[in-house]
């Protein structure tokens, strides 16, 4: 699936990444917003590039099947371009991605992507450990909100009421680069880009909303 953090693990195959723990630093609330709508049937179609390749078009589909990973129930999505099922969940303020790539040596990945009652600057830390070339290394994943309840036009279309999500990825000290992510309310992910580098291997992606339909 090529949305968040998830883009980079396809493309370091050899690296496992598993989150540990979560460190918020500012109190829970309730939120009454929703910035991943998961009805059966909902679709979103995006844009995809990648380094220097050609763009490619996929649809991203809600079904009406559930699962249970950590704890926590997730809807299963499907994918057009036939990398799999991506698994979403939200509780309460908190939104949650979990994929996985046993081709690849990856059981489980769950990522807590979103906080949206959380205001401009507040962060959240997933402290997490790569196995590189049989090595483990301790790695820091850093969401800040930079902004929130602005518009963002992706592909001539404005969008209202969206949370702009920034992510830093540091490995022993050093950051490897990260990813802006938007999200719109009601409607979920319109827009993001990523680029991260390690042991001299990069990745770079964009990924824009072309359109949508909640049921």
């Known amino acids: 699936m090529k949305i968040s953090f998830l883009s980079f693990c ?10 540990q723990c979560t ?19 909902s679709n979103w179609t995006y844009n995809y590039t990648q380094d220097s390749s050609a ?6 589909t809600v079904t009406s099947k559930d699962t249970t990973a950590n704890g926590r129930t997730y809807k299963v999505l499907s994918s ?24 690849l040596g990856i059981d489980g990945f769950e990522e807590l992507y979103l906080k949206d009652n959380r205001p401009v600057n507040s962060t959240w830390t997933n402290t997490a450990s790569f196995k590189y070339q049989g090595t ?3 790695a820091t994943l850093t969401y800040t909100i930079k902004e929130k309840g602005i518009t963002h036009t992706v ?3 404005t969008y209202n009421d969206v949370i702009h999500v920034n992510l830093d990825i540091n490995v022993l000290i050093s950051s490897i680069g990260g990813g802006d992510f938007y999200y ?12 991260v580098g390690l042991s001299g291997a990069s990745f770079n992606s964009k990924q824009e909303l072309i359109s949508y339909e909640i049921k």
């Open 155 to 157: 592909n001539g279309k």
């Open 184 to 195: 719109a309310q009601g409607i979920g992910l319109i827009d993001n880009q990523i680029s």
């Open 136 to 138: 483990s290394i301790p």
């Open 80 to 103: 057009s371009d036939g990398t799999g099922n991506l698994y979403m969940a939200r509780e309460d303020s908190n939104y949650y991605r979990y994929a996985s790539f046993p081709q």
């Open 55 to 60: 763009a490619s078009t996929y649809t991203v």
């Open 23 to 41: 460190k918020d630093n500012s109190s829970p609330s309730t939120s009454t917003s929703n910035y991943s709508p998961l009805t059966v049937g």
């Open 10 to 19: 396809l493309v370091a195959s050899s690296l496992f990444l598993f989150t």
